[in-house]
C-alpha cells in the first residue's frame, strides 16, 4: 500500500466504522419500535446500510486493497438479514464487517507511521 492509498483507506475506514456504529446501535433498537413504526426503522436502517455499502465500494476501487470485500460480503449479508426479517442478525455481520474494517484502518495507519506521516 503505497502513501496515497494509505491516507484513502485510513480515511474511509474511519468513516465507515462510524457508520457500522451508527447503524448497529439502531438496530439494537428495533425490538422496543411499536410494530407500526418498524417497517420504516428497517427502512431508514436499509438506507443507511446501503449507503456505507457505497462507501466500501468506492474504497476497494481508490485504495485497491482487496481487504474491502469482506467487508463488503459482512455488510451484505447484515442487509440480507434486515430484507429477511431477522434484522437481529445484522449486528453479527456488521460486527465482522467492524472488526475487518479496523484491520484495514490499522494496517494503513502502519504504513502511514513508517513513512513518518504519523
Known sequence: MNVKQAIL???QSE???AGIIGVTHALELLPGIPDRNRKGAESMARVFISVMLRDVHLSKKVT???????????IDLALVMLDSGVAHESSYHLTRALSSVTDIGQRSMTVLKSKGLL
Open 64 to 74: 485497491g486493497e482487496s481487504s474491502w470485500q469482506e467487508v463488503e460480503k459482512n
Open 15 to 17: 468513516k465507515i466504522k
Open 9 to 11: 483507506a485510513f480515511s
